[in-house]
Protein backbone atom coordinates (compact mmCIF):
# COMPACT_ATOMS: atom_id res chain seq x y z
CA UNK A 1 0.00 0.00 0.00
CA UNK A 2 1.50 3.38 -0.87
CA UNK A 3 2.33 6.08 1.03
CA UNK A 4 -0.37 9.03 -0.48
CA UNK A 5 0.14 11.83 2.01
CA UNK A 6 1.81 13.84 -0.13
CA UNK A 7 -1.42 14.11 -2.56
CA UNK A 8 -3.04 15.45 0.20
CA UNK A 9 -4.00 19.01 2.20
CA UNK A 10 -1.92 18.88 5.74
CA UNK A 11 -5.24 19.48 7.81
CA UNK A 12 -7.86 17.28 7.74
CA UNK A 13 -11.76 17.82 7.84
CA UNK A 14 -11.87 15.90 10.98
CA UNK A 15 -9.40 18.19 12.74
CA UNK A 16 -11.75 21.42 12.63
CA UNK A 17 -14.34 22.55 14.56
CA UNK A 18 -16.75 22.01 11.95
CA UNK A 19 -16.47 18.52 12.80
CA UNK A 20 -19.21 18.47 15.16
CA UNK A 21 -20.36 14.76 15.60
CA UNK A 22 -20.65 14.13 19.41
CA UNK A 23 -22.83 10.99 19.69
CA UNK A 24 -20.65 7.93 19.68
CA UNK A 25 -22.83 6.51 16.67
CA UNK A 26 -22.45 9.33 14.32
CA UNK A 27 -20.72 9.05 11.54
CA UNK A 28 -18.06 11.64 12.39
CA UNK A 29 -16.97 8.89 15.11
CA UNK A 30 -17.02 6.07 13.33
CA UNK A 31 -15.90 7.02 10.00
CA UNK A 32 -11.85 6.02 9.94
CA UNK A 33 -9.82 9.31 9.38
CA UNK A 34 -6.90 8.74 7.13
CA UNK A 35 -3.95 11.09 8.17
CA UNK A 36 -0.54 11.24 8.33
CA UNK A 37 -0.26 9.57 11.71
CA UNK A 38 -3.07 7.20 10.81
CA UNK A 39 -2.25 6.31 7.32
CA UNK A 40 -3.90 2.64 7.38
CA UNK A 41 -6.64 2.11 5.41
CA UNK A 42 -6.72 -1.61 4.66
CA UNK A 43 -9.60 -2.86 6.55
CA UNK A 44 -11.86 0.19 4.66
CA UNK A 45 -14.04 -0.75 2.03
CA UNK A 46 -15.06 2.36 0.95
CA UNK A 47 -12.70 5.37 0.73
CA UNK A 48 -13.98 9.16 0.74
CA UNK A 49 -11.57 11.54 -1.55
CA UNK A 50 -12.45 15.26 -2.13
CA UNK A 51 -10.92 17.38 -4.40
CA UNK A 52 -11.83 20.84 -5.22
CA UNK A 53 -10.40 21.72 -8.95
CA UNK A 54 -12.81 23.77 -11.09
CA UNK A 55 -10.29 25.23 -13.55
CA UNK A 56 -11.89 22.84 -15.96
CA UNK A 57 -15.21 24.46 -15.90
CA UNK A 58 -13.34 28.41 -15.30
CA UNK A 59 -9.83 28.43 -15.58
CA UNK A 60 -9.81 31.32 -13.13
CA UNK A 61 -11.83 29.41 -11.22
CA UNK A 62 -10.82 29.10 -7.07
CA UNK A 63 -10.46 25.88 -5.54
CA UNK A 64 -13.84 24.50 -4.24
CA UNK A 65 -14.36 23.31 -0.57
CA UNK A 66 -17.53 21.59 -1.51
CA UNK A 67 -16.49 18.17 0.09
CA UNK A 68 -15.82 19.59 3.60
CA UNK A 69 -19.65 21.29 3.43
CA UNK A 70 -20.75 17.82 2.48
CA UNK A 71 -18.42 16.20 5.16
CA UNK A 72 -19.85 18.59 7.82
CA UNK A 73 -23.38 17.37 7.37
CA UNK A 74 -22.57 13.90 6.69
CA UNK A 75 -20.57 13.23 9.85
CA UNK A 76 -23.48 14.13 11.84
CA UNK A 77 -25.38 11.72 10.28
CA UNK A 78 -26.11 8.29 12.09
CA UNK A 79 -24.12 5.08 10.90
CA UNK A 80 -26.44 1.78 10.51
CA UNK A 81 -24.31 -0.05 8.29
CA UNK A 82 -21.94 -1.06 10.72
CA UNK A 83 -20.24 -3.82 9.08
CA UNK A 84 -19.24 -1.31 6.19
CA UNK A 85 -15.91 -0.26 6.75
CA UNK A 86 -15.26 3.78 5.36
CA UNK A 87 -12.55 5.68 5.44
CA UNK A 88 -12.19 9.28 4.67
CA UNK A 89 -8.84 10.43 3.06
CA UNK A 90 -9.50 14.41 3.25
CA UNK A 91 -8.67 16.52 0.56
CA UNK A 92 -6.15 16.23 -2.69
CA UNK A 93 -3.63 19.35 -1.92
CA UNK A 94 -4.05 22.22 -4.98
CA UNK A 95 -1.62 21.66 -7.52
CA UNK A 96 -0.13 24.60 -9.49
CA UNK A 97 -1.81 23.46 -12.26
CA UNK A 98 -4.87 22.02 -13.02
CA UNK A 99 -2.60 19.02 -14.70
CA UNK A 100 -0.94 18.43 -11.65
CA UNK A 101 -4.48 18.48 -9.78
CA UNK A 102 -5.27 15.99 -11.93
CA UNK A 103 -2.07 13.65 -11.69
CA UNK A 104 -3.02 13.70 -7.73
CA UNK A 105 -6.15 12.84 -8.15
CA UNK A 106 -5.35 10.39 -10.20
CA UNK A 107 -2.36 8.75 -8.58
CA UNK A 108 -4.76 8.52 -5.62
CA UNK A 109 -7.58 6.72 -7.38
CA UNK A 110 -5.80 4.27 -9.19
CA UNK A 111 -4.28 2.89 -5.75
CA UNK A 112 -7.98 3.19 -3.97
CA UNK A 113 -8.52 1.02 -7.00
CA UNK A 114 -5.84 -1.20 -7.13
CA UNK A 115 -6.15 -2.18 -3.09
CA UNK A 116 -9.85 -3.22 -4.33
CA UNK A 117 -11.45 -0.18 -2.80
CA UNK A 118 -14.33 1.74 -3.58
CA UNK A 119 -13.88 5.46 -3.94
CA UNK A 120 -16.27 8.46 -4.14
CA UNK A 121 -15.44 11.27 -5.41
CA UNK A 122 -16.56 14.67 -4.00
CA UNK A 123 -15.75 17.16 -7.06
CA UNK A 124 -14.80 20.00 -7.88
CA UNK A 125 -15.94 20.50 -11.88
CA UNK A 126 -17.47 17.41 -13.67
CA UNK A 127 -14.34 17.04 -15.78
CA UNK A 128 -12.69 15.20 -12.96
CA UNK A 129 -14.68 11.90 -14.21
CA UNK A 130 -11.73 11.62 -16.68
CA UNK A 131 -9.33 10.75 -13.72
CA UNK A 132 -12.02 7.86 -12.39
CA UNK A 133 -11.69 6.67 -16.18
CA UNK A 134 -7.90 7.39 -16.64
CA UNK A 135 -7.46 4.24 -13.68
CA UNK A 136 -8.98 1.91 -16.05
CA UNK A 137 -7.01 2.99 -19.34
CA UNK A 138 -3.67 2.67 -17.74
CA UNK A 139 -4.44 -0.50 -16.25
CA UNK A 140 -5.49 -1.49 -19.66
CA UNK A 141 -8.58 -2.48 -18.78
CA UNK A 142 -12.56 -1.44 -20.46
CA UNK A 143 -14.72 -0.33 -18.38
CA UNK A 144 -18.79 0.49 -18.24
CA UNK A 145 -19.16 3.95 -17.57
CA UNK A 146 -22.14 5.80 -16.35
CA UNK A 147 -23.31 9.56 -16.08
CA UNK A 148 -26.19 11.58 -14.84
CA UNK A 149 -26.61 14.84 -15.57
CA UNK A 150 -28.86 17.00 -17.74
CA UNK A 151 -26.75 17.45 -19.75
CA UNK A 152 -24.51 15.48 -22.52
CA UNK A 153 -20.78 17.07 -22.23
CA UNK A 154 -20.07 16.44 -25.92
CA UNK A 155 -18.78 20.17 -26.59
CA UNK A 156 -15.92 20.41 -28.94
CA UNK A 157 -13.35 22.68 -26.68
CA UNK A 158 -9.68 23.56 -27.10
CA UNK A 159 -8.60 21.89 -23.73
CA UNK A 160 -10.15 19.22 -21.63
CA UNK A 161 -13.26 20.84 -19.75
CA UNK A 162 -16.55 19.99 -18.23
CA UNK A 163 -18.66 20.95 -21.02
CA UNK A 164 -16.70 18.57 -23.60
CA UNK A 165 -14.71 16.16 -21.26
CA UNK A 166 -16.87 12.91 -22.87
CA UNK A 167 -15.48 13.93 -26.35
CA UNK A 168 -12.05 13.05 -25.63
CA UNK A 169 -13.03 10.04 -23.39
CA UNK A 170 -15.71 7.86 -25.67
CA UNK A 171 -13.56 9.11 -28.64
CA UNK A 172 -9.70 8.95 -27.73
CA UNK A 173 -7.49 5.91 -29.35
CA UNK A 174 -6.92 3.10 -27.88
CA UNK A 175 -10.45 3.28 -26.59
CA UNK A 176 -11.27 1.49 -23.19
CA UNK A 177 -14.60 2.35 -23.05
CA UNK A 178 -17.06 -0.96 -23.51
CA UNK A 179 -19.72 0.83 -22.91
CA UNK A 180 -21.38 4.13 -21.89
CA UNK A 181 -25.12 5.31 -20.47
CA UNK A 182 -26.23 8.45 -19.90
CA UNK A 183 -29.20 9.37 -17.32
CA UNK A 184 -31.32 12.30 -16.59
CA UNK A 185 -30.52 14.27 -20.05
CA UNK A 186 -33.07 16.89 -20.94
CA UNK A 187 -33.73 17.23 -24.50
CA UNK A 188 -34.05 21.05 -25.25
CA UNK A 189 -30.71 21.39 -23.78
CA UNK A 190 -29.49 18.30 -26.00
CA UNK A 191 -28.07 18.91 -29.77
CA UNK A 192 -30.04 15.80 -31.36
CA UNK A 193 -26.35 15.32 -33.34
CA UNK A 194 -25.12 14.34 -30.31
CA UNK A 195 -27.63 11.28 -29.24
CA UNK A 196 -27.26 10.24 -33.02
CA UNK A 197 -23.81 9.89 -32.87
CA UNK A 198 -24.36 8.36 -28.90
CA UNK A 199 -26.51 5.81 -30.31
CA UNK A 200 -24.50 4.68 -33.69
CA UNK A 201 -22.13 3.81 -30.86
CA UNK A 202 -24.41 1.11 -29.39
CA UNK A 203 -24.75 3.87 -26.38
CA UNK A 204 -27.80 4.16 -24.11
CA UNK A 205 -28.99 7.56 -23.54
CA UNK A 206 -32.07 8.14 -21.27
CA UNK A 207 -34.04 10.99 -21.36
CA UNK A 208 -35.25 12.23 -17.97
CA UNK A 209 -38.74 11.68 -18.02
CA UNK A 210 -37.91 7.83 -18.50
CA UNK A 211 -35.52 8.13 -15.60
CA UNK A 212 -38.29 9.65 -13.56
CA UNK A 213 -41.08 7.39 -14.88
CA UNK A 214 -39.46 3.78 -13.98
CA UNK A 215 -36.07 4.64 -11.63
CA UNK A 216 -35.71 0.86 -11.23
CA UNK A 217 -34.61 0.59 -14.93
CA UNK A 218 -31.54 2.05 -14.61
CA UNK A 219 -30.74 -0.28 -11.50
CA UNK A 220 -29.90 -2.98 -13.91
CA UNK A 221 -27.83 -0.22 -15.89
CA UNK A 222 -26.10 1.09 -12.78
CA UNK A 223 -25.43 -2.39 -11.75
CA UNK A 224 -23.61 -3.52 -14.53
CA UNK A 225 -21.34 -0.01 -14.37
CA UNK A 226 -17.55 0.49 -13.51
CA UNK A 227 -17.37 3.39 -12.41
CA UNK A 228 -20.44 6.59 -12.35
CA UNK A 229 -20.10 9.87 -12.44
CA UNK A 230 -22.63 12.60 -10.90
CA UNK A 231 -23.43 16.34 -12.00
CA UNK A 232 -25.55 18.01 -9.48
CA UNK A 233 -27.29 19.67 -12.51
CA UNK A 234 -29.32 16.79 -13.13
CA UNK A 235 -31.21 17.75 -10.03
CA UNK A 236 -34.15 20.31 -10.01
CA UNK A 237 -33.31 23.71 -9.33
CA UNK A 238 -35.73 23.91 -6.43
CA UNK A 239 -33.98 20.85 -4.75
CA UNK A 240 -30.21 22.15 -5.43
CA UNK A 241 -30.89 25.59 -4.64
CA UNK A 242 -26.82 26.61 -5.27
CA UNK A 243 -27.30 25.76 -8.69
CA UNK A 244 -26.47 29.42 -10.01
CA UNK A 245 -27.41 27.65 -13.87
CA UNK A 246 -29.89 25.00 -12.61
CA UNK A 247 -33.15 23.73 -14.59
CA UNK A 248 -36.28 24.06 -12.97
CA UNK A 249 -36.80 20.58 -14.54
CA UNK A 250 -34.78 17.66 -13.16
CA UNK A 251 -34.34 14.74 -10.83
CA UNK A 252 -35.99 15.07 -7.60
CA UNK A 253 -33.64 14.87 -4.00
CA UNK A 254 -34.99 11.69 -3.45
CA UNK A 255 -34.77 9.93 -6.87
CA UNK A 256 -30.69 10.91 -6.64
CA UNK A 257 -30.88 9.14 -3.34
CA UNK A 258 -32.53 5.98 -4.82
CA UNK A 259 -29.93 6.22 -7.87
CA UNK A 260 -26.52 6.53 -5.71
CA UNK A 261 -28.28 3.48 -3.81
CA UNK A 262 -28.58 1.47 -6.88
CA UNK A 263 -24.71 2.46 -7.73
CA UNK A 264 -23.73 1.24 -4.22
CA UNK A 265 -25.73 -2.39 -4.88
CA UNK A 266 -23.19 -2.83 -8.14
CA UNK A 267 -21.03 -5.45 -7.75
CA UNK A 268 -18.56 -3.77 -10.49
CA UNK A 269 -18.76 0.03 -9.61
CA UNK A 270 -14.99 0.92 -8.07
CA UNK A 271 -15.69 4.87 -8.37
CA UNK A 272 -18.24 7.36 -8.37
CA UNK A 273 -17.94 10.77 -8.22
CA UNK A 274 -20.63 14.03 -7.52
CA UNK A 275 -19.29 16.90 -9.04
CA UNK A 276 -20.67 20.40 -9.74
CA UNK A 277 -21.98 21.65 -6.01
CA UNK A 278 -20.96 25.47 -5.11
CA UNK A 279 -20.86 25.84 -1.45
CA UNK A 280 -20.73 29.37 -1.89
CA UNK A 281 -24.09 29.77 -3.28
CA UNK A 282 -25.81 26.83 -0.65
CA UNK A 283 -27.23 29.39 1.97
CA UNK A 284 -28.93 27.16 3.86
CA UNK A 285 -27.06 24.42 3.44
CA UNK A 286 -29.34 22.21 1.11
CA UNK A 287 -27.21 21.09 -1.66
CA UNK A 288 -24.61 19.71 1.02
CA UNK A 289 -27.64 17.64 2.89
CA UNK A 290 -28.51 16.34 -0.52
CA UNK A 291 -25.09 15.07 -1.42
CA UNK A 292 -24.56 13.68 2.10
CA UNK A 293 -27.75 11.76 1.98
CA UNK A 294 -26.68 10.22 -1.50
CA UNK A 295 -24.06 9.12 0.27
CA UNK A 296 -25.45 7.92 2.89
CA UNK A 297 -27.65 5.75 0.41
CA UNK A 298 -24.53 4.78 -1.66
CA UNK A 299 -23.34 2.76 1.50
CA UNK A 300 -26.82 1.48 2.26
CA UNK A 301 -26.86 0.16 -0.93
CA UNK A 302 -23.40 -1.17 -0.83
CA UNK A 303 -23.99 -3.40 2.21
CA UNK A 304 -26.78 -5.36 -0.13
CA UNK A 305 -23.89 -5.70 -2.13
CA UNK A 306 -22.00 -7.19 0.59
CA UNK A 307 -24.65 -9.67 1.05
CA UNK A 308 -25.66 -10.96 -2.68
CA UNK A 309 -24.24 -14.26 -3.90
CA UNK A 310 -22.58 -13.87 -7.13
CA UNK A 311 -25.46 -15.50 -9.31
CA UNK A 312 -23.09 -17.56 -11.97
CA UNK A 313 -20.62 -18.70 -9.27
CA UNK A 314 -23.75 -19.76 -6.45
CA UNK A 315 -26.79 -20.80 -7.82
CA UNK A 316 -28.64 -21.71 -4.56
CA UNK A 317 -29.70 -18.14 -3.69
CA UNK A 318 -31.52 -17.52 -7.23
CA UNK A 319 -34.55 -18.68 -8.54
CA UNK A 320 -34.11 -19.58 -12.33
CA UNK A 321 -36.96 -19.57 -14.69
CA UNK A 322 -36.81 -20.53 -18.49
CA UNK A 323 -37.96 -18.87 -21.54
CA UNK A 324 -38.46 -19.62 -24.71
CA UNK A 325 -37.08 -16.67 -26.72
CA UNK A 326 -36.22 -16.62 -30.26
CA UNK A 327 -36.46 -19.63 -30.63
CA UNK A 328 -34.19 -21.05 -27.79
CA UNK A 329 -34.66 -21.57 -24.14
CA UNK A 330 -32.68 -18.18 -21.96
CA UNK A 331 -32.45 -18.75 -18.47
CA UNK A 332 -33.70 -15.47 -16.05
CA UNK A 333 -32.52 -15.45 -12.62
CA UNK A 334 -34.04 -13.97 -9.59
CA UNK A 335 -31.97 -13.36 -6.48
CA UNK A 336 -33.98 -14.49 -3.06
CA UNK A 337 -32.25 -11.93 -1.24
CA UNK A 338 -33.06 -8.90 -3.23
CA UNK A 339 -35.22 -9.98 -6.02
CA UNK A 340 -33.26 -8.56 -8.66
CA UNK A 341 -32.90 -10.23 -11.83
CA UNK A 342 -30.39 -11.48 -14.40
CA UNK A 343 -30.40 -12.83 -18.09
CA UNK A 344 -28.26 -14.80 -19.52
CA UNK A 345 -27.33 -14.32 -23.49
CA UNK A 346 -26.44 -16.43 -26.16
CA UNK A 347 -22.80 -16.78 -25.22
CA UNK A 348 -24.33 -18.38 -21.81
CA UNK A 349 -23.06 -14.88 -20.25
CA UNK A 350 -25.65 -13.12 -17.93
CA UNK A 351 -26.30 -9.89 -18.06
CA UNK A 352 -27.76 -7.14 -15.58
CA UNK A 353 -31.86 -7.00 -16.42
CA UNK A 354 -35.20 -5.98 -14.79
CA UNK A 355 -38.31 -7.74 -14.06
CA UNK A 356 -40.33 -6.14 -17.20
CA UNK A 357 -37.74 -7.40 -18.94
CA UNK A 358 -38.51 -10.79 -17.58
CA UNK A 359 -42.28 -10.19 -18.16
CA UNK A 360 -41.96 -8.62 -21.79
CA UNK A 361 -39.59 -12.07 -22.33
CA UNK A 362 -42.27 -14.62 -21.35
CA UNK A 363 -44.69 -12.70 -23.69
CA UNK A 364 -42.71 -13.91 -26.78
CA UNK A 365 -40.96 -10.43 -27.07
CA UNK A 366 -37.02 -9.30 -27.44
CA UNK A 367 -36.54 -6.89 -24.24
CA UNK A 368 -34.79 -4.07 -25.93
CA UNK A 369 -31.39 -4.80 -23.19
CA UNK A 370 -31.06 -8.01 -24.30
CA UNK A 371 -31.24 -6.66 -28.16
CA UNK A 372 -28.84 -3.54 -27.41
CA UNK A 373 -26.55 -6.10 -25.71
CA UNK A 374 -26.72 -8.90 -28.51
CA UNK A 375 -25.33 -5.52 -30.75
CA UNK A 376 -22.42 -4.88 -28.52
CA UNK A 377 -21.37 -8.07 -28.87
CA UNK A 378 -21.99 -7.77 -32.91
Same mark, same amino acid.
Given at each position: ?162 ? /??? *??? $? #? ?8 ? =?? &? %? ?67 ? /??? *??? $? #? ?8 ? =?? &? %? ?105
Amino acid at each position: MSDLHSFFAEKHFAELPENNAGHPLQIGKKIQVITEFKPDWSEADIVLVGCGEQRGHDFNAGWSMAADAVRAELYRMYDWHGSVKVADMGNIREGASIADTRAALRTVLQEIQEQGKVALVIGGSHDLTLQQYDVFKRAGQTANAAVVDMLIDLEETENISDA /GFL *MDM $L #TEQPNFVRHF =SH &M %GFQSYYTNPGMLETLDKLRFDCFRLGRVRENPEEMEPVLRNCDLLSIDMKAVRKCDAPFLKDGSPNGLF /GDE *MCQ $L #TRYAGMSGRL =SS &M %GIYGYQPENDTDQQGARLIAQMLWYFVDGFLVRKNEADPVADRNDFIEYQVALTGNDTLFLKSKKTNRWWMQLPDGSFTPCSYADYLQAASNEIPERWFREQERVV
